[in-house]
């Protein structure tokens, strides 16, 4: 099976060296990790260019956010099952996308997503964060919830049924997109109670308080766009209730395939 793993990338120099190694470091064969710059001029793509033989392609051009980005990965992707790893995120271990294989070879499955960790900018073995995610039910969405995207795999089938990211929605299309996926078209997706990846604090939509503000409201309009019954107050409260748990569990047991087996407070 192929896997098709899309990092959009601008002014990264940073970070995306360890990306680029943590996608390279996979134990899974079979591997299209397509690269879609925004024209850098840091140094990226003097990085990139070192990994170049180990990349299915590179793409540096402007382009109108990152969402407009991951589009042009996805419609160049040719994987049956299509990911993506932001330029300050590396996958939690080298065993990740061998995962996603082997719950992918369930022909009737259309997506997974598992758990994912937020670490400092400047050490990913510090935990700042623990995302943990839960299995899908309907009303979810409209308390604010949303699978990590980062470790959210889709069957290109369905990005070719129901579209890509909506760009009108600068800080949370993923949220309308996981939304108009599960909720709306309900394509079969499982929750994998394992920790995919490593995601860096300070990303676009939790750089500042404004992005924050900003990106609940996109989640709001998302929500009247797709006709979910979401009275705002509520809704804002919800969804920041519910992350406030993040900052203080822990993976009390971490094992080389990402399993965790309780929580520690």
Not at 21 to 49: K, N, Y
Not at 213 to 237: D, Q
């Amino acid at each position: 099976m192929k896997i098709s793993v899309i990092t959009v990338v601008r002014n990264a120099a940073h970070t995306i060296e360890d990306t680029l190694r943590s996608v390279a470091a996979q134990t899974h064969a079979d591997v299209e990790h397509i690269v879609i710059d925004g024209g850098s001029s840091d140094g990226t793509l003097d990085i990139i260019e070192r990994y170049r033989d180990g990349l299915a392609m590179v793409v540096s051009e402007p382009d109108d956010g990152i969402y407009d980005a991951m589009n042009k990965g996805i419609a160049r992707a040719t994987g049956e099952v299509i990911g993506t790893l932001n330029a300050d995120d590396v996958y939690a271990h080298d065993g990740v996308l061998a995962r996603v294989a082997e719950v992918f070879a369930d022909a009737a499955l259309d997506a997974c997503y598992a758990d994912l960790l937020y670490v400092a900018a400047d050490n990913l073995d510090r935990i700042v964060r623990y995302w943990t995610s839960q299995a899908y039910r309907p009303g979810l969405f409209e308390r604010g919830w949303i699978p990590a995207h980062p470790t959210f795999f889709v069957r290109k089938r369905v990005y070719d049924r129901y579209g890509a990211f909506d760009t009108q929605y600068k800080i949370q299309s993923d949220f309308e997109l996981t939304m108009r996926f599960l909720r709306v078209h309900q394509i079969r997706s499982i929750y994998l109670p394992e920790i995919f990846v490593r995601m860096r604090m300070g990303g676009r939509t939790n750089r500042r308080v404004s992005d924050v503000i900003k990106g609940n409201l996109e989640s709001y309009r998302a929500c009247r766009k797709h006709k979910l019954g979401v009275n705002p107050v509520t809704f804002f409260v919800a969804k920041i209730a519910s992350r406030i748990p993040q900052f203080f569990q822990r993976p009390a047991a971490l094992d080389v395939s990402g399993s965790t087996q309780s929580l520690k407070r």
